[in-house]
């Protein structure tokens, strides 16, 4: 699975196939300026230059968007690790040099406008989250010794899950200018999972036992980058709740459609290792439906709880 010359070879083999995508993703994506989504009538000086310093009254978002927004933000954050991520394993020469520049300059947007959204709005507290953007930012992101197949295998996964609670996050938010930037990110990194998705999917005609091997271990131990920030299992239990971002969507909308695209359960060419692979995926899978409903019938509960306890 993890031959190096396999590796290498599929990095040469792809490379007319990310040729051909990132002509298609830049005849797609249209430019966009971070500046044109931040109400700035709204800013105003903080103490330092003689206004007044953060106050929570000051925020109008509510504690889950507040959460959700910090997130996502974060997670936007360690870009230059991701930059190293990508550029080590798809290297930067030619198109997939190419790509790993562009999707890095198109990244560095949507930090740059939600920092600047939060801070003109005072939607948080700008001194707590330079605080955890340095804590988190020291600490990096490393995904270990993934190869170039389960790389890509895992941003598949990983863009559209970004643009689901990207875009969840601007509906809860009860703020329309949020919403417009946060859809307007969305968008963004749907073309991105679709670059990634369809690398994959020249992969499977190439190495199709490698690629499902592949598959099903960024399906099976998938995690979020954002992971590593303190006290995300809490943040992702109250976003989840929320329904911003939970095991069904997880499930439903992320998962299940890129399995779809690649045909993973229609494919007559997989043997050995790779047929394996497919069948631990499809278990993993009916256990994780499984788990989604589960959490969906307590989440429910907890709210009738709720709605009673509130009508006294």
Not at 49 to 71: F, Q, Y
Request: charged residues 30%.
């Amino acid at each position: 699975m993890s031959d190096p010359s396999l590796q290498t070879a599929l990095l040469y083999e792809l490379e007319p196939v990310v040729e051909q995508n990132l002509e298609r993703h830049i005849g797609l994506a249209k430019d966009w300026n971070p500046h044109d989504y931040v109400p700035w009538s709204q800013g105003r000086d903080f103490a330092f230059l003689g206004g007044e310093d953060w106050k929570p009254e000051d925020s109008k978002l509510d504690e889950t968007a507040k959460t959700a927004m910090i997130v996502n933000l974060l997670t936007e954050d360690n870009l230059p690790s991701y930059h190293r991520e990508i550029a080590t394993r798809f290297s930067r020469d030619g198109a997939w040099g190419e790509w790993v520049g562009r999707w890095t300059a198109e990244e560095g947007r949507h930090g740059i406008a939600l920092r600047d959204y939060l801070v003109v709005t005072r939607g948080v507290d700008p001194v707590k989250l330079e605080q955890l953007r340095m804590a988190h930012m020291t600490a990096g992101y490393d995904s270990g010794d993934k190869t170039m197949l389960e790389a890509v295998a895992y941003v598949s996964f990983q863009e559209l899950a970004t643009r689901v609670s990207h875009r969840n996050t601007g509906k809860a938010s009860g703020c329309p200018i949020a919403d417009q930037l946060l859809a307007r990110i969305s968008v963004d990194e749907n073309l991105h999972m679709v670059f990634y998705r369809n690398l994959v999917k020249a992969a499977f005609d190439r190495a199709p036992n490698e690629t499902m091997q592949a598959v099903r271990d960024e399906v099976v131990n998938f995690e979020m980058p954002g992971s590593t920030m303190d006290n995300f299992a809490r943040q992702a239990v109250a976003i989840a709740k929320a329904g911003i971002y939970d095991l069904r969507l997880h499930h439903d909308e992320v998962v299940q459609p890129i399995l779809r695209f690649w045909k993973v359960f229609e494919r007559d060419d997989l043997t050995g290792e790779g047929a394996k692979a497919r069948d631990e995926l499809a278990a993993f899978l009916s256990t994780l439906d499984g788990q989604a409903t589960k959490f969906e019938e307590q989440r429910e509960r907890m709210r009738e709880r709720a709605a009673r306890k509130a009508a006294g």
